[in-house]
């Protein structure tokens, strides 16, 4: 069928290492099943063959830990071997001012 041989991209993927959980991760029960690595090759395995690129997407890390997560992320994208393609990383929105803002997004836009 056309449906099985299509290929996707998903704009909205989630990855962690549990070694470094975003903080609404941590010690809370309810979400205990899902407070383990979300790695590439685990979403890989999960989107199927199907999936042709993906898209990050930032998951409320600590504003201590934004510009790991944006490092981190942009040398995934870099690396041509998995599907990851580009990145909507986290910036201080809220805990910032309009200068921090607008420094952070010159800063990471490539």
Not at 17 to 46: E, F, H, M, N, T
Request: charged content about 20%; aromatic content about 8%.
């Amino acid at each position: 069928s056309v449906h099985q041989s299509m290929k996707f991209i998903d704009t909205h993927v989630h990855l962690w290492s549990a070694a470094k959980l975003p903080p609404w991760l941590i010690g809370d029960a309810s979400v205990a099943p899902i407070a383990r690595d979300r790695s590439i090759p685990d979403y890989q395995s999960d989107a199927g063959a199907g999936l042709a690129r993906c898209v990050y997407m930032e998951v409320d890390v600590s504003p201590e830990d934004r510009e790991r997560e944006a490092t981190e992320v942009i040398l995934l994208c870099k690396d041509a071997s998995n599907p990851l393609c580009g990145a909507v990383i986290g910036a201080p929105v809220v805990d910032g001012s309009v200068a921090d803002f607008t420094a952070w997004v010159q800063r990471w836009s490539a």
